[in-house]
């Protein structure tokens, strides 16, 4: 398939977002970004910004003054700064955007492998039952329907824990030596924020569907945050009992169906190859 020509528009152009708006203007696209504040930053790296709080119907006018969009890339997180819920700002405030956003040739949804609701260390696939387990689960799960709902032929990409240059998970904790209050057993599905970005760029381009986004190589936690602490030069990682009855979220998250489809590859095959290149 042949990927859109016309310009690009970001809904949530933070740490994924915006590496892909950063992408997309280097192709040469024109690329717009819907922000509630950065105008000049985002102009100032050759963005077009454009005014708006997704939870804020009235304030998303500008959206509707867009030319026809070739791409949106929507990977909106919530700022638990802003006081707004989850629910207000994945779920509520994608319906205010679908309202509001003009004629568009392919949606890119970026949602989380917390739809999964797995707790015994299986194997997931895409057709793998969506029964989460915690509320964050719930609620991103109600916004890929809502899309779906709206949009039949969007792509759904569900994410596991992004990391990379700027976010190296649990680096405070691990530096002040503070144990992780989790099973060291359980299994982690990460992929590098580059590898990221590498998948949204080829959903644009290849059948739209629904696709696990994860490295080839799922984790046990004691291994990833050992392994953390000894690139950090931490003490060695640690971990206390957790005081919850619930079960932990344990699963290895496969990839499969991106490769097969998407052609995705990652660059970083498994966290020893992506941490080392996250660089702090």
Known sequence: MTPPTGPALVIGCGYLGRRVADAWRDSGRA??????????????????????????????????????????????????????????????????????????????HVSSTGVYGQSDGSLVTEASPTEPREESGRVVLEAEQTLLGAKPGATILRFAGIYGPGRWLRKAALLAGEPYTADADKWLNLIHVADGVAAVLAAESHPTGTYNIADDEPVRRGDFYSESARLLGAPEAKFAPSASSAPEANRRVSNALARTVLHFVPRYPSYREGLAASGD
Do not use: C
């Open 31 to 108: 690329v717009y970004a819907l922000t509630r504040g950065r105008t000049d930053e985002l102009r100032a790296a050759g963005l077009r910004p454009v005014t708006g709080d997704v939870t804020d119907p009235a304030s998303l006018a500008g959206l509707r003054d867009l030319p026809p969009i070739g791409t949106v890339l929507y990977a909106v997180g919530t700022d638990r700064r802003a006081g707004h819920t989850m629910r207000q700002v994945y779920v509520e405030g994608l319906r205010n955007v679908l309202t509001a956003v003009p004629t568009v040739e392919r949606w890119v």
